[in-house]
T-cell receptor, first 113, second 112 residues
Framework: EPEVTQTPSHQVTQMGQEVILRCVPI?????FYWYRQILGQKVEFLVS????????KSEIFDDQFSVERPDGSNFTLKIRSTKLEDSAMYFC???????????FGSGTRLTVV | DQQVKQNSPSLSVQEGRISILNCDYT??????FLWYKKYPAEGPTFLIS?????DKNEDGRFTVFLNKSAKHLSLHIVPSQPGDSAVYFC???????????FGGGTRLMVKP
């Protein structure tokens, strides 16, 4: 069964450093997403991406965040200057038709120290 | 912001019996609802969905019911199996865009 692959599975970074979280969506999917889940809290939407541009973003997705699809297979989330409160599980997802639900990756656990 | 709410943080059920997980929402602009299952250290896995024009959708052991007037949906799992033990999230999508709003999750434990 096709999978969404995320790397790394766990990243520890110093506050103020830049991090890039990587995702390989399912190859024939057209819509790409980032969500996050802070420990003990809800899964929260960050951003959706379609046709090489952001289609929606939440209030969380401020100027410190950016997304990119640098080639035909990767989808990245960059946090420019990490804060302690950015510590969370970050999930990438992709879909071709929302009617059947997204496919999520296993997540990257980001720990900012 | 509690647009999607799952009031029961946990539920324990005996194997073979029915599990009923509940979800309430407040935003009448939601037009599509989904249930996801999540195991530890994995991403959410899509289970079943329902459009707001329907009141029931069934897929094997899983059935989702939607009561629009009450802004309530439920997931029924019958018969429950120990492998169903996981955290279950309901999610809703508005009629503009693809963003999902998730509930807080219900941890289901199915005892052998």
């Amino acid at each position: 069964e096709p999978e969404v692959t995320q790397t790394p599975s766990h990243q520890v970074t110093q506050m103020g450093q830049e991090v890039i979280l990587r995702c390989v969506p399912i190859s024939n999917h057209l819509y790409f997403y980032w969500y996050r889940q802070i420990l003990g809290q809800k899964v929260e939407f960050l951003v959706s991406f379609y046709n090489n541009e952001i289609s929606e973003k939440s209030e969380i997705f401020d100027d410190q965040f950016s997304v990119e699809r640098p080639d035909g297979s990767n989808f990245t989330l960059k946090i420019r200057s990490t804060k302690l409160e950015d510590s969370a599980m970050y999930f990438c997802a992709s879909s071709d038709n929302l009617r059947y639900g997204y496919t999520f990756g296993s997540g990257t656990r980001l720990t900012v120290v | 912001d509690q647009q999607v709410k799952q009031n029961s943080p946990s539920l324990s059920v005996q194997e073979g019996r029915i599990s009923i997980l509940n979800c309430d929402y407040t935003n009448s602009m939601f037009d599509y609802f989904l249930w996801y299952k999540k195991y530890p250290a994995e991403g959410p896995t899509f289970l079943i969905s329902i459009s707001s024009i329907k009141d029931k959708n069934e897929d094997g052991r899983f059935t989702v019911f939607l009561n629009k007037s009450a802004k309530h949906l439920s997931l029924h799992i019958v018969p429950s199996q120990p492998g169903d033990s996981a955290v279950y999230f309901c999610a809703a999508r508005g009629n503009a865009g693809n963003m999902l709003t998730f509930g807080g999750g219900t941890r289901l434990m199915v005892k052998p």
